[in-house]
């Protein structure tokens, strides 16, 4: 029995008139690709290995590891920032600021910080007693993917690892935790229009599960998803992951106490709006429409029923629309938590070049200042924002020299 491959895959998406396209982050998104990933010679790219790991040596620049900010400094009656506290080793620090402080703990993170230090929604920060530096809708804006996954029993069996199993080879430099992704093609739709060049929607076929998908303290399911995952054989299945690139649904961050240590509440406000979950549906359909083809078919590949809706008729809509309540979830990549925008904006936070409005000297750079949801993959954006903050801040300051913020 064949595997599905790149040319299988490419094939079945032919056969329903959808193109291939050799590199979907230039001129066209809208098709059939091979996954890119941020790499170096092999290896996976981050921020850290990019950006920060490179600069160690520098002399003007000092970088404290393993240490946690639990609060920014400000000077209530100036409304200026002027350093942060952190603890490392469980000793309490401050360091401050001679120009400005810079945020960059993402898009939970941030509005966490700020919030605990007094800059948010002032009745949220009534709720746990902190103290109103500045009214702000922090943490009001927050937006993302959402997954949906599709499985089906194939004939072949698939090599499976147990996470342990998977860790043990990684550590040989082998198995599947050391390839920067175990997906064969991505693709982009707009369900709506198919002539926008805009998609609505991703989807990745795979060829095996992930761990991500076994370990039920990643996915979070509720008790009966988890029993049907749990009765599920991982070494025979594949899956297809849609993603809903453009979500109406807004949701948002707020606080569980006013702890640093205590992760904030993280509500995506999946299928808050009736429009989302039906691109979903679209998605399926799409998903469906490609395994019917003859070249996919030929796989032998079925789909597997999930049988906490077996109260609506098989394949339904309503079926369908169970599915989606029971098993979509956040897709990792987010933004606007403490948006961009003018000082009008009822859901800004920071203004165009990065700084909290209202509050001198703080600048927060890193996706959740991003206004809007992307169609593609969110790091490289992360990437561009602390570039494009980096030529700002030189600017700013008058630096000419590489090294002239020392
Ligand atoms: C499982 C997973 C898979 C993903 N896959 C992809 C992908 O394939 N392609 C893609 O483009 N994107 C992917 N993303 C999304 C991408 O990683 C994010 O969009 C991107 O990293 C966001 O960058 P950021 O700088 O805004 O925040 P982050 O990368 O989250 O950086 C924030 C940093 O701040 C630190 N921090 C937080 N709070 C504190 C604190 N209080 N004190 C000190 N430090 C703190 C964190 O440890 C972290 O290092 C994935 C995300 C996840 C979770």
Not at 8 to 34: F, H, L, M, P
Not at 41 to 60: D, E, W
Request: charged share 20%; net charge positive; aromatic share 10%.
């Amino acid at each position: 029995m064949p595997k599905l491959d790149l040319t299988i895959t490419y094939d079945g998406y032919k056969e329903i008139g959808v193109d291939t396209i050799e590199d979907y982050n230039a001129e066209q998104q809208i098709g059939v690709s091979e996954i890119q990933g941020l790499t170096n010679f092999g290896q996976k790219v981050s921020g850290s290995t990019a950006y920060v790991r490179p600069t160690f040596t520098r002399l003007n620049y000092n970088l404290t590891l393993k240490a946690f900010v639990t609060k920014i400094l400000t000077n209530q009656s100036t409304k200026t920032a002027y350093g942060v506290e952190f603890v490392k080793d469980r000793i309490t620090y401050q360091a401050t600021a001679r120009k400005e402080v810079i945020i960059s703990a993402g898009v939970i993170n941030t509005p966490q910080l700020l919030m605990l230090s007094g800059i948010g929604p002032s009745n949220e920060l009534a709720k746990h007693n902190i103290p109103v530096v500045a009214n702000l809708p922090v943490g009001r804006m927050f937006r993302g993917n959402v997954f949906f996954s599709l499985f089906f029993s194939v004939n072949i069996t698939a090599p499976f690892d147990t996470l342990e199993g998977a860790v043990n080879k990684f550590l040989k430099g082998q198995g599947v935790l050391t390839s920067f992704h175990n997906g064969v093609t991505v693709s982009f739709h707009n369900t709506k229009n198919n002539r926008s060049s805009i998609p609505n929607l991703s989807l990745i076929y795979y060829n095996s599960t992930t761990i991500a998908e076994r370990i039920p303290s990643l996915t979070n399911y509720t008790p009966e998803v988890q029993k049907f995952v749990d009765k599920l054989n991982f070494s025979r299945l594949v899956f297809t992951q849609i993603s809903l690139l453009h979500p109406q649904s807004i949701g948002n961050i707020t606080l569980k106490s006013n702890n640093p240590s205590d992760f904030p509440n993280i509500n995506l406000g999946i299928f808050d709006k009736d429009a989302d979950i039906e691109i979903l549906y679209e998605g399926i359909q799409k998903v469906k429409e490609i395994r019917n083809t003859k070249t996919i078919k030929m796989l032998n590949h079925s789909l597997i029923k999930y049988d906490f809706c077996d109260e609506y008729e098989y394949d339904s809509k309503d079926y369908w629309y169970c599915a989606l309540k029971h098993l979509a979830k956040p897709g990792f990549q987010w933004a606007g938590s403490t948006k961009m925008g003018p000082i009008d904006d009822p859901y800004a936070v920071v203004d165009y070049k990065l700084r909290v409005h209202g509050i001198k000297k703080l600048r927060i750079v890193d996706l959740s200042a991003m206004p809007v949801t992307l169609s593609g993959n969110y790091n490289p954006s992360a990437f561009m924002i602390g570039e494009k903050a980096a030529d700002m801040i030189k600017k700013e300051y008058g630096c000419v020299r590489k090294d002239c913020l020392s």
